[in-house]
């Protein structure tokens, strides 16, 4: 503990949100973040609790208070040190993750929390920077190979770690670049795409084959994948949209939110074919649109964000469920996850300019001309025992030109799962052991977001971990030494 005084002297303060008017102008990253002299103020904060509570709320188990700690004393490389023990990609989550570790920060039970997110970018940041952040090959290598299907962050640390095992590890991605959703899913103006590119050219650099434009299970079979390795990881991601089946969906002007953000996101690179990977290779566009988005969480949001920068003349968001409550409620005390009412940066945006969210409704038909859709009927309801029902006289009709879907993910690729015959569980994600994380298929493991159902980044890096972990067992035959994810009972 650095300053046994700090969390009484000083308060949080945390990087600055650019004004709404100044960042829909760009799809750069939107916070300005404080000098190292600020930061090192803030990491004094951390009373570095006997019982570190933050840990537990982190998925990775980061050592939170050791390297908040090593920041206030400027050990910026040892805290580095300290931040990659446990955590592969540390830019990403300090950028992205909703920071369960701060809900369960103990200062946060009568003060605000520490801004531990804030430190933990910071230290990246400034290892990147002063070229603390090499590739790290293994000295030798093993016979064995592996195949990891999917590079999401699941699939990235999955591959990093059993490299470093040293093991002969061949990353396939179905798209033209790796990264899935941190590279094509979550916008620039979050997390800048150059910042995820330089950990797969790490990743190159430390020997890990990366093939691109692969479908397994269109341009190769699984057998054939299965044949050519070792042990196969699938880490896939939930990637099957729930879809809204209500009369006249098929108009054009209806799209999966999968379908709006990667182009976005291909623009901001430069390149040619921003529709490469729709299904129908239509270009998607909010300019000019009366743009409404169905889906309250991160992924409507981000459509909210996108949308707006782009310049729809208006966006509105619905969402099915009720508003979340503006305090903690009996049933969910600290150190949990907050299930409370937060307004993101993009829902900001869209209620500066005009728009709002509107809880607990539904969308009952589409309306169209000219095989376009042009407006959407829904419906009020009221959530009874906990299914909506319907309130009757609250039928209203919203002129739209886009509609995007974000209702959230079933699970994994159908088509894989069949070729794979992995059995699934009643949420049709892979079924693995919970200690083994293979699947019912010998040698085929699952990792992410197609074995926990659509979670976090934190969470897709910690089963890329740990998956990682028990493959390496599996063929070696022996204890690894590679790290066990810490999972604590109150982890979120």
Not at 382 to 408: F, H, I, Y
Not at 445 to 467: H, K, N, P, T
Request: proline share 5%; hydrophobic share 35%.
């Amino acid at each position: 503990m650095g300053d046994p005084r700090g969390f009484i002297k000083h308060g949080r303060r945390d990087k600055t949100l650019q004004p709404v008017n100044a960042r829909l102008q760009h799809h750069d990253e939107q916070y300005n973040y404080p000098r190292e002299e600020k930061v090192k103020t803030q990491a004094s904060r951390c009373m570095d609790c006997g019982v570190p509570f933050c840990m537990t709320g982190c998925p990775l188990g980061n050592l939170i208070p050791e390297w908040n700690d090593l920041v206030y004393r400027g050990k910026w490389k040892q805290a580095l040190k300290a931040l990659h023990a446990t955590n592969n990609f540390p830019e990403f989550t300090g950028r992205v993750c909703p920071a369960p570790c701060e809900t369960s920060c103990v200062l946060g039970i009568n003060e605000l929390a520490v801004t531990i997110k804030l430190h933990e970018v910071s230290i990246v940041d400034k290892g990147f920077d002063e070229g603390w952040i090499v590739p790290q090959p293994p000295t030798q290598r093993s016979d064995k190979s592996v195949a990891v299907i999917g590079s999401g962050p699941a699939g990235l640390a999955c591959a990093q770690q059993l490299n470093r095992a040293g093991h002969n590890v061949t990353v396939i991605e179905k798209a033209d670049r790796a990264g899935g959703l941190v590279m094509y899913g979550i916008p620039h103006y979050k997390l800048h795409k150059e910042k995820v590119q330089r950990r797969i050219d790490q990743l190159v650099a430390e020997g890990i084959e990366f093939r691109y434009s692969c479908e397994v299970g269109k341009d190769v079979s699984f057998a054939e994948i299965k044949s050519s390795f070792d042990a196969v990881v699938i880490s896939t991601g939930a990637e099957e949209p729930r879809d809204l089946p209500v009369e006249k969906r098929d108009l054009d002007g209806i799209h999966f939110a999968m379908e709006f953000l990667p182009q976005q996101n291909r623009t901001n690179w430069g390149d040619s074919n921003i529709a490469a990977l729709h299904p129908k290779k239509q270009t998607i566009s909010a300019k000019g649109k009366k743009v409404i988005v169905i889906g309250g969480g991160d992924t409507g949001s981000d459509c909210i964000g996108t949308s707006m920068r782009q310049g729809a003349t208006s966006v509105v968001n619905f969402e099915l469920l009720d508003q979340p409550p503006g305090a903690r409620g009996a049933d969910n005390p600290w150190p949990q996850w907050s299930r409370i009412m937060r307004v993101s940066t993009s829902v900001e945006e869209m209620q500066v300019m005009g728009g709002d969210v509107f809880y607990e409704i539904m969308t009952t038909r589409f309306i169209g001309r000219d095989r376009t859709v042009t407006a959407l009927e829904t419906v009020k309801v009221e959530w009874v025992n906990g299914r909506p029902e319907r309130v009757a006289g609250s039928e209203q009709t919203w002129k739209c030109d886009l509609v995007l879907l974000a209702m959230g993910y079933l699970g994994p690729r159908s088509e894989l799962l069949k070729q794979c015959g992995c059995e699934t569980d009643l949420r049709s994600n892979i079924k693995t052991d919970s200690k083994t994380r293979m699947s019912s298929v010998d040698g085929v493991f699952a990792a992410g977001d197609c074995r926990r159902g659509q979670s976090l980044v934190v969470w897709a890096i910690s089963e890329g971990r740990e998956v990682a972990r028990c493959v390496d067992e599996y063929l070696t035959d022996s204890k690894s030494l590679l790290p066990k994810v810490r999972l604590e009972p109150f982890a979120y």
